[in-house]
């Protein structure tokens, strides 16, 4: 089986000669719950959908399981589970039917998987999909997508409509998915709390690039916040490696530095003669760091 699940190198998009893609590479390995993060019009979907073959790039190469992504095996197809951010399904069909019916095309259908999600999220069989209300569309969306297991499931913003019960109980879902090693899942989401409970890496794409990937433990274990305090006033522009942002006031200040060593502790301690004092940051305080300074 594939050791890289997805490979992308060098892809760029361009719409109306406007630059959305430039130059995204990005390996991810087997087995690996990868959250994308990046602000509105970042080109995430954009860069889902060139993944999986549905927009065509203008450069660079993808390949999702070891097929190139512009012609997919029926095969590799198989093994794919996908969720749109905007969902559209057979709105006449009664929802069990759309199961049954979605269940026909995957030799590897669970059957009593899908009965447990069904019930788990109160899914409506009687009724027609039209009937649906948008947070149900998409858990419907969900269930049919896991429905045969993926070896890699792709989703874009999938709980964006799902209230927080419903948006717990499918990240439970995806942890269970993924919990033998070998199901590789990406899905991006604006919600950051919902990352740090199900990813083990993270991907921030800013400016038509991936500015970050890593592990999300290394990733935290990286980047800090210093908070400083000297004898004397601290110059106005700090120099600091990997420095993110900075704030000075005085004999007080505060930076924010891409990857934290205890040699660079020691070495502003020894040249601002100051205190210095590491805090934590949460991924969204992560996030708005390194999206600004990708």
């Not at 719950?33 to 860069?47: F, I, Y």
């Not at 979605?102 to 030799?107: A, G, H, L, M, V």
């Amino acid at each position: 089986m594939e050791q890289i699940a997805i490979d992308i190198a060098g892809l760029t998009k361009s719409y109306d000669r406007k630059p959305v893609l430039q130059g995204v590479d990005l390996r991810v390995p087997r087995g690996a719950v990868v959250g994308l993060m990046g602000m509105n019009g970042s080109g995430k979907s954009t860069l889902i959908k060139c993944l999986l073959g549905l927009v065509r790039p203008d450069g660079g190469s993808a390949r999702l399981l070891g097929d190139d992504s512009r012609n997919l095996s029926p095969e590799v197809k198989r093994r794919l589970g996908y969720v749109p951010q905007v969902v559209h399904q057979l709105d006449w069909m009664k929802v069990r039917h759309l199961i049954q019916y979605t269940s026909t095309f995957y030799p590897d259908w669970d059957e009593r998987w899908v009965s447990e999600l069904v019930e788990r999220w109160r899914v409506p069989l009687s009724d027609r999909v039209q009937a649906l209300s948008t947070g149900q569309l998409q858990t419907l969306a969900i269930v049919l997508a896991l429905g045969h297991r993926p070896d890699l499931m792709v989703l874009d913003e999938p709980v964006a409509s799902l209230d927080p019960v419903a948006r717990r109980d499918f990240l439970r879902s995806i942890l269970e998915l993924a919990r033998d090693g070998n199901r590789t899942v990406l899905f991006s989401t604006h919600i950051s709390s919902d990352l740090e409970r199900v990813a083990t890496h993270v991907a921030i794409l800013h400016a038509g690039r991936i500015a970050s990937f890593s592990e999300l433990d290394e990733l935290k274990d990286r980047v800090k916040r210093l908070r400083m305090r000297a004898i004397d006033d601290f110059p106005r522009e700090l120099d600091i490696p990997g420095l993110l942002t900075a704030k000075v006031d005085g004999r007080s200040a505060l930076a924010t530095v891409s990857t934290v060593t205890p040699e660079l502790l020691d070495e502003l301690a020894e040249r601002y003669q100051a205190e210095v004092r590491v805090e934590d940051l949460n991924l969204e305080e992560i996030f708005v760091e390194l999206n600004g300074h990708g």
